[in-house]
């Protein structure tokens, strides 16, 4: 039994929803269905139970969800022991957005210089997932933007943008000093794909369902407005190409820049960094 696969499972039972589990894990549902159908071969019992009206935990699987929490719990304070006593302490670092803002440039020197001994790993990961691999156990703690589904994990707001309109400099809306999300009413937004956190898609939509390309990374975005004349949303004070330009939105909510980790991770670390980036970013 790995503890992977048992993240897996743990995902699911939360959830109660193999779509909405697979999205929390950042993979697709086909290989989790495999993984929780391999764990079940190995147990010898069916731990959910499948019907037209949803998922429910058997009681075997209630059991198992009982014993896999602290089981989670206790690798990591074991990986984090190991690392310490082997004198090769490690924080793997998700990042989603501009690695050149200067909030990051201060915090990456503030915490060199608090802890000079610690190796960060950076995941630059993509507009698909939010957590930036949080939930799948991929990082450690994440520098993202919500919203997003924040269950199980702390999340700590550092500083908040204003958002603007993404749009060509041909644009005629492109020469107004700031625009209303019913300006745009009628124009395509670009997408993320299938699977991707609502609360995250519904907020770079402006809080409506919206038609446009599927786009993955910010470079797509671009590209959608250059080409297609897609609309997009971006936090204000980007540098943009020269054909692009931003417009201020008056009615929409200041995107929030954040650090989050896993609720209840134990790593001194973590919560090192966390402090750290809250001094970096309030300046």
């Excluded at 894990?25 to 269905?33: A, G, K």
């Excluded at 210089?113 to 950076?122: L, Q």
């Excluded at 939509?205 to 997009?232: D, F, K």
Aim: net charge neutral; with cysteine; glycine share 8%.
């Amino acid at each position: 039994m790995e503890l992977r696969t048992l993240r897996y499972f743990v995902a699911v039972a939360e959830e109660l929803h193999f779509g909405r589990a697979a999205a929390r894990l950042h993979m697709s549902q086909p290989p989790l269905s495999r993984a929780i159908k391999q764990l079940e071969t190995e147990i010898g019992a069916l731990l959910f139970a499948r019907s037209p009206a949803g998922v429910s935990l058997t009681p075997v699987g209630a059991v198992l969800l009982d014993e896999a929490r602290p089981l989670l719990d206790r690798a990591e304070r074991v990986r984090t022991r190991v690392r310490a006593a082997a004198g090769t302490a490690t924080l793997t670092l998700g990042i989603l957005g501009d690695g050149t803002d200067p909030g990051v440039t201060r915090l990456a020197a503030a915490f060199r210089r608090k802890h000079p001994g610690v190796d960060i790993r950076i995941r630059d990961t993509d507009l698909t997932d939010p957590t930036c691999g949080l939930r799948a156990g991929l990082v450690d703690i994440a520098l993202t933007r919500a919203p997003f589904d924040d269950t199980a994990l702390t999340v700590r707001q550092l500083r908040t943008d204003p958002v603007g309109a993404v749009l060509r400099a041909d644009d005629p809306l492109a020469r107004r000093d700031h625009l209303t999300l019913a300006d745009l009413a009628d124009r395509r937004w670009f997408q993320f794909p299938e699977g991707t956190d609502p609360a995250w898609q519904s907020y770079w939509n402006g809080g409506t369902p919206r038609e446009g390309p599927v786009v993955r990374v910010v470079h797509e975005c671009l590209h959608a407005v250059l080409w297609n004349g897609t609309v997009g949303l971006a936090p204000l004070g980007h540098d943009l190409p020269a054909n692009l330009t931003a417009v201020p939105l008056t009615d929409m909510t200041p995107s929030q820049v954040v650090a989050a980790w896993n609720t209840g991770d134990t790593n001194p670390l973590i919560h090192s960094f966390a402090e750290i980036a809250r001094a970096a970013y309030g300046r």
